[in-house]
């Protein structure tokens, strides 16, 4: 049965089919390229899309793949809100790590080039707020930019830039630090207030 899948590249969307058995994750990482067909193609920014017929896609151009397919979620995880800047768009949702994972003392190693996020929003950078694009996303962890997370996700996103999550406008849920101990002793977060 085929699977439904809109593919956010640099230059815009490209919604089509891929006729292969499996999970979209699988398909991407083993073929090292995206073969769509019946694809609907939206220019970055254009209001409509158009017919484009069939389209394969290398695997390095795919930012971020939403499939209607089972995304084999893990069972047992600790969901962990996170913001991200890959090429010219913005995505937010909820990250899976393992129960009790500590990045600082974590000897396992993420693998493959996409990371899975839930309850997906995109958006662009300065632009309106992100919106829902789907239930699941797989996230091109090497063309990640930036991010924003409660916790140190270095490891997952080699070569991002890790920012805090009290950055303006982030959903991210900010902490609370203490600023020097006894009486006078206030909240206050990254921005300084």
Excluded: C, K
């Amino acid at each position: 049965m085929p699977i439904r899948v809109d593919a956010y590249t640099v230059g815009g969307m490209a919604s089509g089919f891929v006729a292969s058995a499996g999970h979209v994750r699988d398909i991407l990482e083993a073929a090292g390229q995206l073969d769509l067909s019946g694809v609907r193609w939206r220019p970055l920014d254009a209001p409509v899309d158009g017919p484009a017929g069939d389209l394969t896609i290398a695997i390095d151009d795919v930012l971020i793949a939403v499939a209607d397919d089972d995304p084999a979620i893990p069972v047992h995880a600790s969901w962990h809100a996170i913001r991200l800047d890959v090429g010219p768009y913005t995505v937010e949702g909820d990250m899976p790590t393992l129960p009790g994972y500590d990045p600082g003392r974590a000897l396992t190693r993420p693998s493959g080039e996409f990371v899975m996020l839930r309850d997906v929003r995109l958006g662009r950078p300065r632009g309106a707020p992100p919106a829902p694009i789907g239930q699941h996303a797989l996230i091109n962890r090497y063309a990640v930019e930036r991010v924003e997370a409660d916790i140190m996700l270095g490891f997952f996103f080699p070569g991002a830039a890790m920012g805090a999550p009290e950055a303006a406008g982030s959903t991210v849920s900010p902490r609370v630090v203490p600023l020097a101990p006894g009486p006078t002793a206030r909240a206050s977060t990254a921005t300084g207030a």
